[in-house]
Nanobody, 127 residues
């Protein structure tokens, strides 16, 4: 079965950086777009960013554009989220997700576009 395991969350001061990783297994990783989402207490899960299956194309939510970067290593079946200039409002549980379909031809930004999800990793930004 497909498994996605996130790591790298933690407590960081505002303005700091953090790198999240997601290791995938059970499916041909290179065939599917990957996404990162986050969910803060009392809020809905929201899109953070996505990377196309080849790794060359990415798209980000406006709230993180210019601060967060997604990369993937298809040889290692991993996807990473590099977070810089962290703000208090970035505090949330972060989830990686694998697309439901392969080769959709467009950026996947909805939760319904993704079939498999990791367990989440907590990121807390303090002042």
């Amino acid at each position: 079965q497909v498994q996605l395991v996130e790591s790298g969350g933690g407590l960081v001061q505002a303005g700091g950086s953090l790198r999240l990783s997601c290791a995938a297994s059970g499916r041909t990783f290179s065939a599917y777009d990957m996404g990162w989402f986050r969910q803060a207490p009392g809020k809905e899960r929201e899109f953070v960013g996505t990377v196309r299956r080849s790794g060359g194309l990415t798209r980000y939510a406006d709230s993180v554009k210019g601060r967060f970067t997604i990369s993937r290593d298809n040889a290692k079946n991993t996807v990473s989220l590099h977070m810089n200039s962290l703000k208090l409002e970035d505090t949330a549980i972060y989830y990686c997700a694998m697309a439901r379909k392969s080769n959709t031809g467009y950026y996947l930004i909805r939760t319904d576009d993704y079939e498999y999800w990791g367990q989440g990793t907590q990121v807390t930004v303090s002042s």
